[in-house]
């Protein structure tokens, strides 16, 4: 099992960065494909980003694609997100999920896909 646990969220300017991340438990992190997802007030959770767990493949969301980057760090056990030019349609929280993945270069989108999530991060964009 894995537990995960998101920070950085917090209340910005539209047009600015954030950075959030995600801490993973556990000794196997590295065999965990990973993702993540949004939720905004009154919506439905929404598909982000998802990494391999090799972190060589990585596959966007066409509403953050050339605004967000997803990545890792194994040795770390850490997910990351990477947010630039905020919009305020980014608002919402933001969790990250893993599942096992068999192969290095596995990714995945849906999040019934997913066995493990955090807890959330609240991202609010102001106009």
């Known amino acids: 099992q894995v537990q995960l646990v998101e920070s950085g969220g917090g209340l910005v300017q539209a047009g600015v960065s954030l950075r959030l991340s995600c801490a993973a438990s556990g000794r196997t992190f590295s065999s965990y494909a990973m993702g993540w997802f949004r939720q905004a007030p009154g919506k439905e ?3 982000v980003a998802a990494i391999s767990w090799s972190g060589g493949r990585t596959y966007y969301a066409d509403s953050v694609k050339g605004r967000f980057t997803i990545s890792r760090d194994n040795a770390k056990n850490t997910l990351y997100l990477q947010m630039n030019l905020l919009k305020p349609e980014d608002t ?3 969790y990250c999920a893993a599942r096992t993945a068999y192969y290095s270069g596995s990714y995945y989108i849906l ?6 999530w955090g ?3 609240q ?3 102001s106009s």
């Open 92 to 94: 919402a929280v933001y």
């Open 45 to 47: 959770r929404e598909f």
């Open 111 to 116: 999040g019934s896909d997913y066995d493990y």
């Open 123 to 125: 991202v609010t964009v």
């Open 119 to 121: 807890q959330g991060t």
